[in-house]
């Protein structure tokens, strides 16, 4: 069984920055593409950012240029460095993995995602 732990969330001002990390337990997650959720109450999941295990990587538009999205297979953890940082990045923070073994396609679809960690919040004042 895998477990997802997220940590690293907080509360910045708005221009800072955070880094978020997200621990695999269990098995390995090292050999599939992984990715950061965010969710606002009453709003659907937003997909945030991907990466495959060969380190490709793929982001919304709303945070191109500002967050970067990497991984340590040796470390079995993946990261969100979390730039110049606004009021509206506010919301609970999730890592997920991808249900297929080894792909390298990266998809914001939350249905391709199977493991879920249970959320870091970030709140990003003005």
């Known amino acids: 069984q895998v477990q997802l732990v997220e940590s690293g969330g907080g509360l910045v001002q708005a221009g800072g920055s955070l880094r978020l990390s997200c621990a695999s337990s269990?098995?390995?997650?090292?050999?599939?593409?992984m990715a950061w959720f965010r969710q606002v109450p009453g709003k659907e999941r937003e997909f945030v950012a991907a990466?495959?295990?060969?380190?490709?990587?793929s982001y919304a538009a709303s945070v191109s240029g500002r967050f970067t999205i990497s991984r340590d297979n040796a470390k079995n953890t993946v990261y969100l460095q979390m730039n110049s940082l606004k009021p509206e990045d506010t919301a609970v923070y999730y890592c997920?993995?991808?249900?297929?073994?080894?792909?390298?396609?990266?998809?914001?679809?939350?249905?391709?995602?199977?493991?879920w960690g249970q959320g870091t919040q970030v709140t990003v004042s003005s």
């Open positions: 997920a993995r991808d249900r297929n073994y080894g792909t390298l396609r990266l998809t914001a679809d939350y249905y391709e995602y199977d493991h």
């Open positions: 269990g098995r390995t997650s090292s050999s599939y593409a």
């Open positions: 990466i495959s295990w060969s380190s490709s990587t």
